[in-house]
């Protein structure tokens, strides 16, 4: 038998062949033709396909099987893919792969039963650009009754810089409530002790020889400072919250001087050799703030220093076009684990690791990035410690 007779016996094997090819063609023409009336509802219409394109939400139109056949422009902003890119593709190119299966589901059921609605309430719904990175998203669903089929309408939003601003106010709440219980804390327990020292004072102060009297009354009054300290620094940072200021050439040493002044009985107490450099880096900042940090610097050293204290100042300028000034002690040093808190103030009240560095540090972080610089620590335990914060240096 010649392949020419097979061909006579056979005739229908040709058309068998083509069919499947021929299948697929009318299927693309057929979706081909759908994209195209759907688009042609817009396209025809100026006033619909203005407001489509002035939404400030995406808007993705899909039939029943989940094709894209309409995208408007914000939808190109959002998620990377021009027109020609997503129309005529599955929608599936805009859903993270662990949803794509499960959104397949219940967009069936949207089909059955169209609706206007939020679409995954009390989920976080994620969608993905066409980088492949994903981010959160908030969509409402529609519908349109075409003259040839209905289309499910998506309107999507991209809430990437809204849940940033939830997470850090979330953060900021936690911070505060934190700061909130240190600060009751440290009233609470001056209180505590100018009361009871009060008390006994009243009850038995005739007869309470001068040694013993002189040191309640210390108490008290070193006391009352504290509270007076805390209140003091409680003023200043609701005053950094709210304030911006303008940087300006500091004179480093008369600030410096300052601090000392302020701190000059706890150094006359302690006994503190304080070394202090000839001269300081040109920097820039607001003179009031920067005091406030070498204060808070001198001041801890001065509590954690050795016996007696001896502290070192000074400043560096740095590549980077900042400064770096140091206070330098001969204390215990700190681990590791203790110089992650030492800024903190949200582990620093629940973890209580870093003893004693109260409301001080926290406001040195917050001066700190008002203006611009940063905060850091070096210590080893046994070696003590070196605390340091940068400024911009003068353009």
């Known amino acids: ?44 219409d100026v006033t619909a396909r203005t407001l489509l394109e002035s939404l400030a939400e995406g808007v993705i139109a899909i039939n029943h099987n989940g094709t894209i056949v309409l995208i408007n422009e914000r939808t190109e902003e959002i998620f990377g893919y021009s027109r020609d890119e997503a129309v005529g593709r599955s929608l599936g190119i805009v859903l993270p792969e662990q949803y794509v299966k499960v959104h397949n589901h219940y967009m069936g059921e949207y089909f059955s039963n169209p609706r206007v609605r939020p679409m995954g309430q009390g989920f976080d719904l994620l969608g993905k650009r066409k980088d492949g990175t994903e981010f959160p998203v908030e969509v409402s669903l529609s519908f349109l009754e075409t003259e040839t089929e209905l289309l499910g309408l998506a309107f999507i939003t991209d809430i990437t810089r809204r849940k940033a601003a939830e997470k850090t106010l ?16 440290d009233l609470g327990s001056s209180l505590v002790l100018m009361i009871g020292y009060s008390e006994i004072l009243l009850e038995d102060f005739q007869a309470m020889p001068p040694e013993d009297l002189r040191n309640h009354l210390a108490t008290i009054a070193q006391s009352g400072h504290k509270m ?27 600030i410096v001087d300052e601090a000392l002044q302020r701190l000059q009985h706890q150094i006359k107490e302690s006994g503190a050799e304080i070394v202090l ?112 914060f940068t400024l911009p240096g003068p353009e």
């Open 1 to 44: 038998m010649t392949k020419s007779n097979k061909k006579k016996l056979f005739p229908s094997d040709e058309a068998a062949e083509t069919t499947p090819q021929i299948n697929r063609q009318q299927k693309q023409l057929r979706l081909q033709q759908r994209i195209a009336n759907a688009a042609r509802i817009f396209q025809d």
């Open 170 to 185: 979330k953060q900021q709440n936690e911070a505060l409530d934190a700061f909130a219980h240190m600060v009751a804390h």
């Open 228 to 254: 007076n300290d805390v209140i003091r620094e409680l003023l200043l940072m609701a005053h950094i919250r709210k304030e911006d200021v303008k940087l300006h050439l500091l004179d480093m040493g008369r």
């Open 277 to 388: 450099p000839n001269s300081y880096p040109a920097a820039l900042g607001y003179a009031p703030w920067v005091e406030e940090v070498w204060f808070n610097y001198i001041s801890n050293a001065l509590k954690y220093g050795g016996q007696p204290p001896r502290l070192e100042l000074g400043g560096t300028p740095q590549k980077n076009g900042y400064v770096q000034f140091w206070v330098k002690d001969n204390g215990a040093g700190l681990t590791a684990e203790q110089q992650k808190q030492l800024f903190d103030p949200l582990t620093r009240s629940k973890k209580n690791l870093v003893k004693g560095s109260g409301l001080g540090l926290s406001i040195v972080q917050r001066i700190l990035e008002k203006l611009g610089g940063q905060v850091t620590s070096e210590s080893e335990v046994g070696k003590g410690s070196v605390f340091s």
